[in-house]
């Protein structure tokens, strides 16, 4: 085949992937899905740290990549529109640096479409966060530095910080592969990057001035005390939260051989390859030691670098058929884990169909809540919202208001966050961990909103039914 | 391909070290972790009337009256504090209603010490209008105290409250970086919702 013919070909493709992926998610209703979300949204019409708009540290790459959709678009739609089209980047992105680094075409296409299959792609795209962004320029920088790019590198290096602050570990590893291997280009990539970052520091630094370092001591200590801490906030530990991403233990053993053939093939000293398992490691330990595992979107470099490295190791397998044969097994794989718990029905977000719920109560219900707070002190206003982080404090909003129903919104992570809608009868009754006393209460679920992919958080709502653990009542 | 971006030779030797590391972490955190909840962002950061009425009221809901008594001594000197400033009696009513027992009262002493530590922030943070730093931490602070009071007001009232926090925020201006960007504090618009916000804390029910 002529090389023209070829090069329409898998534009084509190209075009065609993202255009299929774009459908799906311009299907989805737009709704707030998290607090973060929230503070995001804010950020987008008044940038304050201070104010939680956004919280901590910032993201400025994201939030005026937000504003600058919101020329067209009210501020929820705009950073929906950024996030999903950060998301949808990673297709081309990943061609680009697989093409570049192997010079095949149909195996650099093949990694495109892998970036649109992978579980965590809805997740990126609809959760209104930074993530996608900030993989998106990881893989900008692998591309980058592939084409020896070094200044540009460096921007894209400089916008991952700025839009995902916590992929600085990401950043420090591509650091660290430079400053071994590449040292006399490292003043050409420490241009790009100043020359992305002194900007948008002063641009966070305009909003709070000082005020924005005692926020970041605040914020910094509650993420390694709370909600950070491994085993603090999260309802399940990072092992749960692997198996349940990669399909329970059949798909880990897929993902393990794949892993393993991948190890096997690939080469460690092309400088991007290199920074790309280099990077990969680093995510991975400072997420299993330092992120809340409820929110597996946080492995997104993991898996997108890890499928990118895949596909490298395709290309240098010396024997084609068993690359095309590992390359339809890991596709199969790929669709399995992601798109078998994709509600393939349009809905809003869990917390965005709980707040509709809430909004037909009549007003001045109790709601005790630990996941989406702020989203619902906004959004219903008319409620009494009582932040159930401060489990006794909510234990006597129990016993006080006897009067009056009193409801428990909490997250439901895994396997239970794929169970029915219809609880009408209220056929659950489980002890609702919420006093933290001798006397826990229980509650009566009385609707369920699952997550609508994997890596969303669902939610249950509850009628708490006063008791103790003697009396379980029914 | 990646022809000229060649690395030292030693680097594959690397790849041995990269993959043992990779194991190693998966098998030390995937063992590791317990069952725990979510959280929201105000919960980091020192705040001792907050702290003392979880502690406290955890205390009593155990039945353990030395553990709530002890509990709420650390913010006695915070209590007589608030009552010296501004004519309240919120450490001896605090005694009184661990004497009795009653958690309900004992949680509607520290509400109401809530209360007072909003006007008294929002009140400080008028008068230093031309501290950025300090009113802005001043007002934010408070927002934490009126968020756990917001559930105790009337619906009207909470809307109203929770707008003047924000446009109290506004009022303070923005230091700008070197003056650029820079807006002026506007006392008056702070005054106006700092006025509405002590309003909206009149429709508390403890």
Redesign the interface.
Known sequence: MRSATRRALTLASLIGLCLAASLWLWQQPVGLPS?DALYFVRGVS?F?V???SP?FPGYPAFVLLGRAFSFWLDPLHALHAASMLASLALAPLCFLWVF????NRAIATWAAGAMLLQPLFPSLALSLLSDGLGVACVLAYLWL??R?RWGWAGVALGLCVAARPSYAVIVLAAWGCLA???RPRLWRVAGGFCAILVPMG?FV???????YV?EGI??V???F???GA???????????A?LSLVGGVPGGVCGAVLGGYA?RH?E???????AA??CM?AH??WT??AQN??HVRHLAPVVVLGLGLLALALARDPRPARAVGVGMAATAWLACVAWAEVDFVPRPPPLARAVALLRTLP??Q?ILV??G??VL?VSV??Q????A?????A???V??SSAQPTYWLR?VVGADSSSSDDLSGGAACDPA?I?????PMWCRAIARFPGRFPGEVGLELALVVRGSAVEKPH | METNGRVDPELSRSSKWVHAFVIGVAVIVLGVGQQAYAYSYAAAGAEPLIEAREATLAALGNQDIEQARSASLAVVEELQYLDREFQKSLADDLKSALEDRDSRRVDGVYLAAFAVEIQRRLTAAGEQLDDYQVAKSLVVRSKRYFDLLAPRMEATARVAGGEALRSCLAAIGNPGVFGVGARAADAEEFARGREIVLRSLGSLVF
């Open positions: 607090d008044r304050s201070l104010e939680l919280h570049a680094a192997t010079s530095v592939a020896e071994l291997f590449a002063l630094w305009q909003a709070d001035g000082f005020a005692t605040r914020f200590s509650g993420h005390q709370i909600w491994p085993g603090v906030a999260s309802t399940r530990t990072w092992g749960q692997l190890a690939i460690l000293r092309a400088q991007s390859v290199c398992a280099v490691v991975l330990a299993l030691g595992a409820d007003p001045n109790w630990r996941r707070v702020d002190r206003p008319e009494r919202i009582v932040d982080h401060y489990a006794a404090s234990a006597a909003v016993r006080r997250g961990p006093s933290g006393v001798s006397h």
